[in-house]
């Protein structure tokens, strides 16, 4: 099991948390559909750079 060897203090404990509070995350805009989506995601119509990665309801 692991067992940390120091204390973490607590400014470094808030600089560990620091993302957990972003107002908005960052998106990115699909080049083929246009829509809006989280940076490294796939986009609700299943698109990721460009490419058809995720087969949707749609598409059927």
Do not use: C, W
Not at 32 to 56: A, D, M, Q
Request: charged share 30%; proline share 10%; hydrophobic share 25%.
């Amino acid at each position: 099991m692991a067992v940390q060897q120091n204390k973490k203090s607590p400014s470094k404990r808030g600089m560990h948390r620091a993302h957990d509070f972003l107002p908005t995350p960052p998106v990115a805009i699909e080049p083929t559909t246009g829509e809006v989506h989280r940076r490294h995601h796939i986009s609700p119509s299943g698109f990721y750079r460009g490419r058809k990665i995720v087969k949707t309801k749609s598409d059927e």
